[in-house]
């Protein structure tokens, strides 16, 4: 392959971006699932009518008076239904993310048990509305009414599962549980190999980057959160170009419009730009997505506010100190390799940064201890994290557990001397009682 021309790029009609968008728009869009019910509701109308046109199925025996009465009934139930199940996961939301985090807000609305509820009581209203106006002389559809009214009998249900759901879903350990869950998947989509008891005998991998000279190009989208990249789209794109590409920031950090985004090397190797920024994606705040520190991030965000003045609340940052222990656990045991991907040959050609195990264990313990210091649980809690995990995980992930305690150690000596103190202020009456 020649050197010093543009190698264009034999990109689908979508792109990697468009593809991310797409997804992440279904995810986290909370209408997109009633609306796919409100649809179906209009299908499936359709479908039964046409059942009972055949079938001429005349259990029930409904007039057409009767009919119309139960499908206003049922229409005007199960519109209440949607709208106290909607003010109700409001104010739940708005209550749980002010004594836990604003983070959970999106977390909580990706929920499948959330948007499907929804979604069924909206199917069932769609069903009896569309239902009623389809009510004629002589022939009433006997079994669109039926099933309009098993939908509303199933929505019932349904609605009493929901607010009990709900209620026990947002409790904090509830919140923390699923947030240690979705930590793992990340962590396993990052870091998939475990770490080796014995490592092998050959020299360390280098550092991530690339040799000199090197092509840096710059971020040239909206300012934000760097979210996610396509690891395939983007090896496909150094393997035909013939180079290596560099990612330089981590996923989590904030990219500002002009700051470097890429490095090619070598040098004179040239990819299409306008097709690399395709192959990022950025957005207004952190996701789990790809970012396996950004679940330590929310739980320690939970830990710091309970223990706020504010709240006051210990038991809930030890809930806290229980999943980021369960985490640690975890991702302690994982090969923490910086990000490289080779071609379908062997050859090198992606470089990102990932979090390191120092990087965990600080995130984990730092601020907890700041703001815990002064708390009788979680200096002992922290203690029996850190000394539980130096006795299970490998060697090699003690030094910074023993830096942590030792720290730990000193802080807790600080804030509480434990010393006797005829005053118990400190000072002059300390030293009397020490001499």
């Known amino acids: 392959m020649s050197t010093g ?34 649809g179906a509701a209009l299908l499936v109308v359709r479908a039964v009518r046409w059942l009972d046109q055949q079938t001429s199925w005349t259990w029930f025996d409904y007039t057409a008076e009767g009919a119309r009465a139960v499908l206003s009934g049922l229409s005007t139930s199960t519109l209440t239904f949607i709208v106290f199940a909607v003010s109700a996961l409001l104010v739940a939301v708005q209550l749980a993310s002010s004594q836990l985090t604003p983070r959970i807000i999106a977390f909580v609305y990706t929920r499948r048990l959330v948007q499907m509820s929804v979604g069924v009581f909206v199917f069932a209203y769609t069903f009896a509305l569309v239902a009623l106006g389809r009510i004629e002389e002589p022939h009433v559809p006997q079994l669109l009414v ?16 929901f607010v009990q759901q709900v209620g ?17 998947r990340v962590i396993d989509s990052v870091y998939p190999s475990a770490l080796e008891p014995t490592p092998p005998p050959d020299p360390p991998l280098a550092p991530v980057g690339l040799p000199a000279p090197s092509r840096t190009i710059a971020h040239i989208g909206t300012s934000g959160t760097f979210l996610a990249f396509g690891v395939q789209a983007l090896v496909a794109a150094a393997q035909q170009a013939g180079c290596v590409i560099e990612i330089l920031p981590q996923v989590g950090d904030f990219v500002a419009h002009g700051e470097p985004l890429f490095r090619i ?29 950004f679940a330590f991030r929310i739980m320690v965000d939970i830990a710091a506010r309970a223990l706020s003045a504010a709240l006051n609340d210990p038991t809930t940052a030890v809930l806290a100190l229980d999943q ?28 990102y940064p990932t979090p390191q195990w120092e990087d965990f ?16 649980q979680i200096p002992r809690r922290l203690r029996a994290m850190l000394e539980q995990l130096i006795a ?15 720290l730990l150690h000193s802080a807790v000596a600080r804030a509480c001397p434990e010393v006797a103190d005829r005053q118990g202020i400190g000072g002059a009456a300390q030293q009397r009682t020490q001499s």
């Open 361 to 376: 264990v600080a995130l984990a313990v730092s601020e907890i201890r700041l703001f815990g210091t002064g708390s009788l």
């Open 146 to 161: 039926c099933l309009a009214v098993l939908s509303n009998l199933i929505s019932m249900v349904l609605f009493f599962w």
């Open 168 to 184: 026990t879903s947002l409790r904090p350990v509830a919140i923390l549980q699923s947030l240690e869950a979705a930590g793992r």
């Open 5 to 38: 021309r543009r190698i264009p790029l034999r990109l689908a009609s979508i792109t990697w971006l468009q593809r991310y968008r797409l997804r992440h728009f279904l995810r986290f869009s909370f209408w997109s699932v009633p609306v796919g019910w409100l």
């Open 324 to 351: 980021l222990h369960s985490l640690l656990h975890y991702v302690g045991q994982k090969q923490l390799d910086p990000g490289r991907v080779c071609d379908g040959h062997g050859q090198l050609r992606l470089l």
């Open 392 to 406: 299970v995980l490998p060697a090699a992930r003690a030094p910074a557990l023993q830096q942590e305690l030792a």
């Open 265 to 293: 090397a070598p040098v004179d190797r040239l990819v299409a730009e306008s097709d690399l920024h395709q192959m990022v994606a950025f957005g207004p705040e952190r996701t789990l997505e790809q970012d396996p520190a």
